[in-house]
């Protein structure tokens, strides 16, 4: 009835488009959205965004049922389990009947909401006879989809083969109200479609789901609607990588036979009841949602198949439907016929071999032509079609693909060098094999047809460098279960000895009394290159990871510390639990950056931070009198200066905090270098001590003045070195006081620090005496320099309570709140653990024995 319908589709591509537009109608009319998207076709321009994403299956196969030979006895009864949510008790009569054709035994789950419900299902199944049988009570969440995983976890280790229904209904479609039907019938239609459904799972052990062909009505719409950026970071808990480009086939109203070994990644990855939403009539966009689309995907993940059925009576369509004759063309039907979800289409076009013969290469031409096709968005017309626009979008004719390959190429130069070189026929094709996975800058025509201006991508100083949004991670540990005992996850950017500055000591130092608190402790470190040993000084139970392995872990940590603003907000992505991470915080951040998205997420990371540690109580107030301080757990480490031994005689030797890194710019080296040579030209008889570099170390003589350049001295040289000298120059310009200075003004030497924001000269004169304010606004240096060489040496001078504050707690105290804090009712993740659902699920059990 449909095939001519289909024949003028396939030669008219107008009507292909018109038939795309139909089923976004469609859509929106099922979504009760019609009206608005109406309004919305009149606005100048509509993003991709307002619309869900649609990508119908092109070129599925599916397998006709029931099979067309004679099929053999089990040797062994199959062991069967069938999980049914019977939301509308109505149907159980329905459900009954088709459960009757089953040929082999099986025991019976059945999930539903209340005991009212309960018992009515009861009365319905007071005569069955067909095995066990056992009624449920869950929670009216997540549809079927929560009740059945996670009400029903424990049958899964019990049966070999599942089977799961429930009594579906659509009242929001008028369209849909057959689909239950249908689904049932070529699921359970009769005893002959079980036994191919059993057949296809004795030909091949690989085999782990078989589900109904789509239903036509809602073939349409097959993609991920609106669900896939959350599908995308709960696919990561499986360790599924998903596309938008990529293919998306599933079992559309979520009944199937499966293996139970199929559902493993699923049934592991710890699934909570506070993870689908309360019900509320949803349409799309849950958890349900979600996982409904990514069967498959696991299937494919614990390492099955997954094959479609249909009857042929059902279907309007009957292109892609497959007879087999015997068990050996069902066996190929399966391995070969159906295509894989997780099969990369990068690697199977680095696969095709560079042939020259001319019929060869049209072969790999075709080949790679037939791999873009299935990865791009032109799906909506046929694979000749495709390739007629293809035709004609390289040579720069009118065409459906609307790809700018000239602004591609010039963008992405090696690309162009691979199209010179024959390897890819234009951009375009490169794109959809490749550059779509690269995340490569594309344009498409839009800008030469609504403003007559050709796209461009320029580089040198006006090139567009944040073009892309802040890094985020990919790890999610959220879902994990706890561990027996308490885990700390700490994360670091660097553990190398040239990087390890009084920082990470301050760190190592206040937590290592602490670390005997956690059975388990793990150091995630950022960069590739980096040394466990330093880390194992202070406790040899630290447990040193590169970040890339945290996706292996097997728990989730009872606490998080991150050591600056990006790791913090690394930390809150991948374990989602605010109340139990803390910041462990050393500076105000945001000075590092410019005005910018680096700034104000610096600033976000102190503002939404609920556990704070600050490193004096200067810093503190700073974050106060900028309001990023409120309702936070701050707790200031208020480090202990401890006075060196100076001598009061002068040596006439100048020790200058010198760090001359890109990435310490606060430390003003630009500013200290200017005071160091002018002080040469003017002065001589001096040695210069320029000390704090991370790797630069060399001497060399001004006017004849000595002048070191030195990295890192082990500690007794360097006390040794800058407690010799009649003067230190520490800057930092930024909240953050730093500690050199006040050490050394604090042992008798004169020393000279900038002013700040929350630190003026007069206050640091009350810290010390020793203490020379410079202001590097409307200050020379060089004068304060000549100053302080006239100023007495050796007489201590300090106030500790101005500097560092006072804490009325201890660092363990304020581990032990944070500790003791929760995320949820539940384990402090945020999400409710297997063993409460299991406990105050309320079920009753209603069996009958065969």
């Known amino acids: ?134 009624i449920r009570i869950a929670p009216n969440r997540g549809r079927d989809i929560a009740p059945k995983l996670i009400a029903c976890r424990d049958v899964y280790d019990r049966y070999e083969f599942i089977l799961h229904i429930h009594t579906k209904k659509s009242p929001h479609y008028e369209l849909l109200r057959g689909w239950r039907s249908y689904l049932f019938e070529t699921l359970l239609g009769s005893k002959k479609i079980v036994e191919s459904i059993f057949e296809a799972f004795r030909s091949d052990s690989k085999l782990g789901m078989v589900a109904p062909q789509h239903f036509e009505p809602v073939r349409h719409s097959i993609g991920w609607g609106w669900n896939f950026k959350n599908a995308e970071r709960f696919a990561r808990r499986l360790d599924i990588k998903i596309s938008l480009n990529g293919r998306l086939d599933f079992p559309s109203g979520s009944m199937f036979w499966a293996r139970s070994a199929a559902l493993k990644p699923l049934l592991d990855c710890n699934l909570c009841l506070d993870e689908f939403p309360s019900e509320a009539d949803q349409e799309d966009g849950t958890l349900g949602h979600i996982i409904e689309r990514l069967y498959f995907f696991v299937s494919e993940r614990a390492g099955y198949r997954w094959i479609k059925i249909a009857q042929p009576s059902l279907m309007g369509r009957t292109e892609g439907m497959k007879n087999v004759q015997n068990q050996k063309e069902l066996l190929n039907f399966i391995k070969d016929t159906q295509y894989g979800l997780l099969k990369s289409r990068k690697s199977q076009v680095l696969k095709l071999p560079f042939i020259t013969s001319r019929n060869s290469s049209l072969d790999r031409k075709r080949d790679l032509e037939l791999l873009a096709y299935e990865r791009s968005s032109y799906k909506f017309i046929d694979f000749p079609q495709f390739q007629r626009q293809l035709k004609l979008h390289m040579e720069k004719k009118d065409s459906l693909i609307d790809f700018d390959d000239d602004f591609y190429l010039n963008v992405n130069l090696d690309v162009a060098a691979t199209v010179a070189n024959g390897v890819f026929s234009c951009g375009f094709i490169h794109y959809c094999l490749r550059g779509q996975d690269e995340g490569r800058i594309w344009s498409d025509n839009q800008l030469k047809r609504r403003f007559s201006i050709s796209p461009n991508f320029p580089e040198g100083f ?231 570099s991370v790797d630069t170390r060399y001497s060399y003589k001004i006017n004849g003045t000595p002048v070191y350049v030195i990295n890192k001295l082990p500690r007794k040289d360097y006390i040794q070195l800058i407690s010799s000298c009649d003067l230190v120059v520490s800057m930092i310009y930024s909240a953050h006081p730093g500690v050199i200075a006040f050490q050394s003004a604090a042992s008798g030497i004169p020393t000279i620090t900038n002013v700040f924001e929350n630190r003026d000269a007069s206050l640091l004169k009350q810290i010390s005496e020793n203490i020379l304010p410079y202001d590097p606004i409307r200050e020379d240096l060089l004068e304060i320099i000549e100053v302080a060489l006239t100023m007495p040496k050796g007489k201590k001078s300090f106030n500790d309570r101005l500097y560092s504050g006072h804490n009325t707690q201890s660092l363990s105290d304020f581990i032990d709140i944070v500790l003791s804090s929760e995320s949820a009712v539940t384990n402090g993740s945020g999400k409710i653990n297997q063993n409460w659902v299991e406990s105050n699920l309320t079920q009753r059990k209603f069996v009958k024995q065969r």
């Open 1 to 134: 009835m449909t095939s001519p319908l289909r024949r003028a589709l396939t030669r008219k591509p107008t009507l292909r488009k018109f038939g795309r537009h139909a089923a976004e109608l469609i859509w929106w009319t099922k979504k009760l959205e019609l009206g608005k998207k109406l309004r919305e076709l009149n606005t100048p321009a509509i993003t991709r965004a307002e619309t869900p994403h649609l990508a119908p299956p092109t070129d599925d196969y599916c397998l006709v049922v029931p099979l067309d030979y004679s099929i053999g006895n089990w040797d062994a009864v199959p062991s069967i389990a069938v999980i049914c949510h019977m939301y509308y008790v109505e149907l159980a009569e329905e459900i009954k009947r088709y459960l009757t054709k089953i040929p082999f035994p099986f025991d019976l789950f059945i999930t539903t909401d209340s005991q009212e419900k309960q018992l009515a299902i009861e009365s319905h199944f007071n005569d069955w006879n067909k095995g066990a049988i056992e």
């Open 462 to 692: 006006t090139a567009p460098v944040y073009i892309r949004p802040l890094p985020q991670s990919n790890i999610d540990l959220s879902h994990l279960p706890r561990s027996q005992g308490t885990f700390l996850l700490i994360f670091f950017s660097h553990l190398q000895d040239d990087l390890f500055f009084a920082g990470y000591t301050a760190f190592f130092q206040d937590f290592k009394p602490l670390f005997g608190k956690f059975s388990k402790v793990v150091l995630s470190v950022e960069s590739d290159r980096f040394d466990p040993r330093l880390a194992k000084r202070y406790s040899d139970q630290i447990e040193v990871v590169q970040a890339k392995e945290l996706e292996r872990l097997k728990y989730q940590p009872d606490l998080i510390i991150a050591f600056n603003s990006q790791l913090f907000i690394k930390a809150l992505q991948i374990c989602n639990n605010p109340n139990r991470t803390v910041y462990y915080c050393q500076d105000f951040e945001s000075g590092f950056f410019p005005y910018g998205a680096e700034y104000v997420e610096a600033e976000r990371a102190i503002a939404s931070s609920h556990n704070i540690i600050v490193s004096t109580e200067l810093l503190k107030s700073f974050f106060i009198s900028r309001q990023l301080l409120d309702k936070q757990r701050v707790f200031t480490t208020s480090p202990k200066i401890e006075p060196l031994d100076v001598r009061a005689e002068k040596t006439k030797r100048l020790f200058f905090y010198f760090r001359p890194e890109s990435f310490h710019r606060r430390n003003l080296p630009q500013t200290i270098m200017e005071a160091v040579e002018n002080f040469c030209r003017k002065h001589i008889g001096y040695e210069i001590f320029l000390v704090g």
